[in-house]
């Protein structure tokens, strides 16, 4: 399956973000969009997701047009807000079964490490334990896109690992665009990336690509 949008242009009265913009994404794949704060990667996402209305884009799975008012409901895009979305007074046993049936609950109650935080109350959780199971939340539903916008942000190393594990594990059957700070952990999981640069996509291929243009001072680079 792919996904494509063409022309999206987007603008918030006349401060323009993203001009004639076109992404492309295949189930099998993670792509990744990396760009400064305010470039407009949120806006990208939410407006793909259908949460956000572009001035102009096309947006098409397959080949076939799809109104991007109905690409919530059409249950082909799934997404992962930049925002915590879970309910702080349940508990992780609670959830579970509200968001899936029957033995469909095991992908999330069998993940690694669910057991040790499944009794816990979500507002009790640490933020690597919130955004691995949203994470899980999102990424086991069927839909064949996901949207992730930041879930690696302050989140700890082992849990960043679980997370890149777990995204890897669905991008079989997946196609998945990313955008976070966290380079090094992007990169390792993409299959593409551009940079988000005045509204415009500029190919990066590697961390030096994202020195030369200006996503990373010298200094970050290492
Ligand atoms: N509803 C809105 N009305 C007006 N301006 C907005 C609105 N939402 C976002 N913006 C502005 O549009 C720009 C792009 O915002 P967006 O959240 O998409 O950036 P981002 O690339 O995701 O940033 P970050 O890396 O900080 O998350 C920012 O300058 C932001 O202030």
Do not use: W
């Amino acid at each position: 399956m792919k996904l494509r949008i063409e022309g999206l242009n987007k603008s918030y009265g006349n401060n323009g973000i993203i001009s004639n913009l076109s992404v492309q994404c295949e189930k099998g794949e993670i792509v990744s969009v990396f760009g400064r704060n305010g470039c407009g990667k949120s806006t990208l996402l939410k407006i793909i997701f259908g949460s956000l209305k572009a001035d102009q884009m096309t947006l098409t799975i397959d080949e076939k047009e799809i109104n991007p008012k109905k690409s919530r409901s059409s249950q082909l895009i799934g997404y992962l807000p930049q925002s915590s979305f879970l309910p702080k007074e349940l508990n992780v046993r609670n959830l579970i079964p509200m968001c899936y049936r029957g033995d469909e609950q095991d992908k999330i109650f069998y993940a690694p490490r669910v057991s040790t935080f499944e009794n816990k109350k979500i507002g009790y959780l640490s933020q690597g334990e919130v955004r691995y199971l949203e994470s899980l939340i999102v990424g086991n539903l069927k839909h064949p896109f996901l949207l992730l916008d930041e879930p690696f942000s302050m989140i700890e190393p082992l849990y960043k690992e679980l997370i890149k594990e777990f995204y890897l594990n669905i991008k079989p059957n997946k196609g998945i665009i990313i955008t976070d700070h966290n380079y090094n952990d992007v990169l390792e999981i993409s299959n593409r990336s551009f940079l988000l640069q005045k509204g415009h996509k500029i190919a990066i291929n590697d961390k030096n690509c994202l020195k030369e243009n200006g996503y990373l001072t010298s200094s970050d680079y290492n």
